[in-house]
C-alpha cells in the first residue's frame, strides 16, 4: 500500500472563493488564486490553447496558473475572472468619463475594479440617463 498524500495544501481553500478561484486555489494554491482575483479578477481573460511563459497571466500570476487554465478552460478560449475577494469599491462617478472616451469595458473593469459586468450594467445606466447612483 502506498502512503501518497494530497499535493500539499496547508489549508483546505476558502469556501468563499468562486467556483474558478477555488479550482485555482486547488491546483497551484490559494496564494496563487488571489494573485489571480487580483491581477485579472472582473475582466475578460483570453485563454490559449497552448502554455506559454509570454502569456499575460504567465507572467502576472504564474505559469503553473496558466497551465491549469489552458487545461481546464483552453477550449472556451475566453473566461470572466471572478473578482474574489480582491474588489474594490469603485463607484459610477468613476466610470462615466471612461464611457465618455470610449473605452471598453474590459478597459474600464482593469482601470477601476469593477467586474465586466457591472461595468457593462453602469454603462446601460449612463446611456439610459439615470446617471451614475445606481441606488
Known amino acids: 500500500?502506498?502512503?501518497r498524500r494530497p499535493p500539499a495544501l496547508a489549508v483546505?481553500?476558502?469556501?468563499?472563493?468562486?467556483a474558478l478561484l477555488r479550482e485555482v486555489a486547488e491546483r497551484c494554491g490559494e496564494a496563487a488564486a488571489l494573485r489571480l482575483a487580483e491581477a485579472w479578477g472582473g475582466r475578460y481573460l483570453h485563454?490559449?490553447?497552448?502554455?506559454?511563459p509570454d502569456h499575460?497571466?504567465?507572467?502576472?500570476?504564474?505559469?503553473?496558473?496558466?497551465?491549469?487554465?489552458?487545461?481546464?478552460?483552453?477550449?472556451?478560449?475566453?473566461?470572466?475572472?471572478?473578482l474574489g475577494p480582491a474588489a474594490r469599491g469603485a463607484r459610477g462617478e468613476q466610470i462615466a468619463?471612461?464611457?465618455?472616451?470610449?473605452?471598453?469595458?474590459?478597459?474600464?473593469?482593469?482601470?477601476?475594479?469593477?467586474?465586466?459586468?457591472?461595468?457593462?450594467?453602469?454603462?446601460?445606466r449612463l446611456r439610459a440617463g439615470r446617471g451614475a447612483d445606481p441606488a
Open 47 to 52: 485563454v490559449p490553447r497552448r502554455v506559454s
Open 97 to 124: 468619463p471612461l464611457v465618455e472616451v470610449g473605452a471598453t469595458a474590459n478597459e474600464i473593469a482593469a482601470r477601476t475594479g469593477l467586474h465586466v459586468r457591472d461595468v457593462h450594467r453602469w454603462r446601460r
Open 56 to 82: 499575460p497571466v504567465a507572467r502576472d500570476v504564474g505559469l503553473d496558473v496558466l497551465a491549469y487554465l489552458v487545461e481546464a478552460y483552453g477550449d472556451l478560449g475566453r473566461i470572466v475572472v471572478p
Open 12 to 18: 483546505r481553500p476558502r469556501r468563499w472563493l468562486p
Open 1 to 3: 500500500m502506498s502512503d
